[in-house]
Nanobody, 120 residues
Framework: QVQLVESGGDLVQPGGSLRLSCAASGSIKSILTMGWYRQAPGKERELVAGIAGAGTTNYLDSVKGRFTISRDNAKNTVYLQMNSLKVEDTAVYYC??????????????WGQGTQVTVSS
């Protein structure tokens, strides 16, 4: 009922930048929170950054000052601008969107994942 399409993952050198995008579509009445998670090989999935409807944001300590999350409510899209990328940022990045359907039921949807590889 809600589909998420991610884009922007790539191979980049240390110190480089990438911008991830995640667009939500479907029977959406409202979106409450949007976020980006990542999962590196052999590690658990972790929250990288989140943004609430009012624009309140939170970040993983290791990305503070380097990553910026933003959202375009008109387009139901969330972005993650990643600067000064490090090798340890290498992971599959997933977006997560939580909100309400037109039916009045809540939803929580995940994107398919986009690979970010930081390597020289």
């Amino acid at each position: 009922q809600v589909q998420l399409v991610e884009s922007g993952g790539d191979l980049v050198q240390p110190g480089g930048s990438l911008r991830l995008s995640c667009a939500a579509s479907g029977s959406i009445k409202s979106i409450l929170t949007m976020g980006w998670y990542r999962q590196a090989p052999g590690k658990e999935r972790e929250l990288v950054a989140g943004i609430a409807g009012a624009g309140t944001t939170n970040y993983l300590d290791s990305v503070k000052g380097r990553f910026t999350i933003s959202r375009d409510n008109a387009k139901n899209t969330v972005y993650l601008q990643m600067n000064s990328l490090k090798v340890e940022d290498t992971a599959v990045y997933y977006c997560n969107v939580n909100g309400m359907l037109i039916t009045g039921r809540p939803f929580s949807s995940w994107g398919q994942g986009t690979q970010v590889t930081v390597s020289s």
